[in-house]
């Protein structure tokens, strides 16, 4: 077995096998692609202490995300502004978020959280790294 750490880069249409938790704790960026096919696109996420990766909605597609580091909150609803279901979360949880629902996770821990997100099709073009937030957000406007 190597040590070798494996670079974050999009690997997609290729075959991967990896330690997904360890290529979490890699990343430093908001959002990395690591595998983008042309049905499903795994990323990864670190979000800062007290930071959420914003309330979203994906209307055509699903999504499973997986806590690999940390604690958080998440929260669902069926619209903006009614987000009932809240639930803890911390590693090794995962968090099914079906097409059209919205929903938004908060780090409430005091260490950046990890998450390794699963698109199905893929949200983001082949190859997206966004460092930050704002980074993302100007990306989706």
């Known amino acids: 077995m190597s040590n070798q750490k494996t670079p974050l880069t999009d690997f997609g ?4 096998v990896i330690n997904l938790a360890a ?3 890699e990343n430093s960026s908001f959002r990395t692609a690591l595998w983008t096919g042309e049905h499903l696109q795994i990323t990864l996420m670190s979000i800062p202490p007290g930071e959420e990766i914003g309330i979203e909605m994906h209307p055509n597609l699903d999504q499973l995300l ?4 940390g604690c958080a909150v998440v929260l669902m609803g069926h619209s903006k502004s009614t987000l009932n279901y809240k639930r803890k979360i911390n590693r090794s949880f995962a968090v099914t ?3 059209g629902t919205w ?4 780090n409430t821990g005091r260490t950046p959280l990890l998450i390794s997100s699963v698109y199905a099709p893929p949200q983001h073009p082949f190859g997206t790294v966004h460092k930050t ?3 993302a957000e100007k990306d989706e406007h």
């Open 66 to 69: 997986r806590i690999e580091s």
């Open 103 to 106: 929903h938004n996770i908060i």
């Open 23 to 25: 290529a979490a704790a």
């Open 13 to 16: 249409g290729q075959p991967l």
């Open 133 to 135: 937030k704002a980074d």
């Open 97 to 99: 978020v079906p097409s």
